[in-house]
């Protein structure tokens, strides 16, 4: 069994930080690109920065600039540095990872979703 435990979220005013962190646990071979998702009310999810395990990045436009993503391989884990906040960015945040097993097999989970709030 795999695990993804995000921490980090919670409320802020417009134009502070969060920094979010997700961990995966379990009998992980490897894990190859991670990245977080966000969820907004009556949107759609959508991409906010993924980074491969080569530690190359993409960002969605609208968090150019303001969001950092960054890895530890020795940890499993991920982590989203959120500066600049707009209540705009208000949603829950989702991490993701495509994890490779010792078999041979890639599969992606799903971290349960840190709420993040950002007040004007």
């Known amino acids: 069994q795999v695990q993804l435990v995000e921490s980090g979220g919670g409320l802020v005013q417009a134009g502070g930080s969060l920094r979010l962190s997700c961990a995966a646990s379990g ?3 490897s894990i190859n690109t991670m990245g977080w998702y966000r969820q907004a009310p009556g949107k ?3 991409l ?3 980074i491969t395990s080569s530690f190359s990045t ?3 436009d609208s968090v150019k600039g303001r969001f950092t993503i960054s890895r530890d391989n020795a940890k499993n884990t991920v ?3 959120m ?3 707009k209540p705009e960015d ?3 945040y989702y991490c993701n990872a495509n994890i490779l097993f010792g078999t041979g097999t890639i599969r992606g989970y799903w971290g ?3 709420q993040v709030t950002v007040s004007s």
Do not use: H, K
């Open 27 to 29: 009998s992980i071979f």
């Open 44 to 46: 759609q999810r959508e």
């Open 48 to 50: 906010v920065a993924a």
């Open 58 to 60: 993409n960002y969605a």
């Open 79 to 81: 982590y989203l540095q």
């Open 83 to 85: 500066n600049s906040l």
């Open 90 to 92: 208000t949603a829950v």
């Open 112 to 114: 349960q979703g840190t």
